[in-house]
Each structure stands twice: as C-alpha cells, then as structure tokens.
C-alpha cells in the first residue's frame, strides 16, 4: 500500500510558475514509477508527465512540454512537477499516482495509486 499527498497549489498569474510536490509513504518509493494527471471541470483526467523508477526516463503531454518538469527524490519519497510559463487553460486538479508497472505510460489504469489532488488555477 502506497499513501500520495500532493501539495504546492494554489492562485497564480498567467506566465507564472508553481512547484507541485507528492510525498509517497508506505512501500518502497523507488520501486513505483511515477505520474501526475489532471482534470479540469468537466473534462476528463489527463495525463501530464510520468518518471520511471530511477529518474532517467521521463515524459510529458504535448501540451506541457518545455514548460513542465517532473522530477523525483527517492531518497526523500517525493516527487515533484516544476510548472513554468503557466497558461489560464493548465487549470485543473493535480494528481500524482504510482504505478508497479516498469512502463506505466500515459495511461490512468496502469498507476495502482492515487493522491487526494491539488488544485492549481490560473488567472488571465
């Protein structure tokens, strides 16, 4: 059993920047690979960007490439996603979630473990 809490949302200007954090405990940290999705009002979830075990493979949406980064500490169970340049259309719940899998991808069913979310807005 895994536990997720995000944190690190809040209100920020267009162009702003925010640093999401997930502490992971219960079972090895190192042994999940990672991911954050997110869902805004009446849309469905999405996946955002995901990190495998180690940190050496990493991969984003489109829609957040050169501006988001996730990166881990295993050390330190947590996982984090550096959010830069930030549009009023990347306003949504945050979720960090852990997959056993070796490649979880992008796909919501592979990752075992969910946080509660944090939400994140931005105004124009």
């Known amino acids: 059993q895994v536990q997720l809490v995000e944190s690190g949302g809040g209100l920020v200007q267009a162009g702003g920047s925010l640093r999401l954090s997930c502490a992971a405990s219960g079972r090895s940290f190192s042994s999940y690979a990672m991911g954050w999705f997110r869902q805004a009002p009446g849309k469905e979830r999405e996946f955002v960007a995901g990190?495998?075990?180690?940190?050496?493979?990493?991969f984003y949406a489109d829609s957040v490439k050169g501006r988001f980064t996730i990166s881990r500490d295993n050390a330190k169970n947590t996982v984090y996603l550096q959010m830069n340049s930030l549009k009023p259309e990347d306003t949504a719940v945050y979720y960090c979630?852990?997959?056993?899998?070796?490649?979880?991808?992008?796909?919501?069913?592979?990752?075992?473990?969910w946080g509660q979310g944090t939400q994140v807005t931005v105004s124009s």
């Open positions: 990190i495998s075990r180690s940190g050496g493979s990493y």
């Open positions: 979630a852990a997959s056993s899998k070796i490649t979880a991808g992008i796909w919501g069913y592979n990752y075992d473990y």
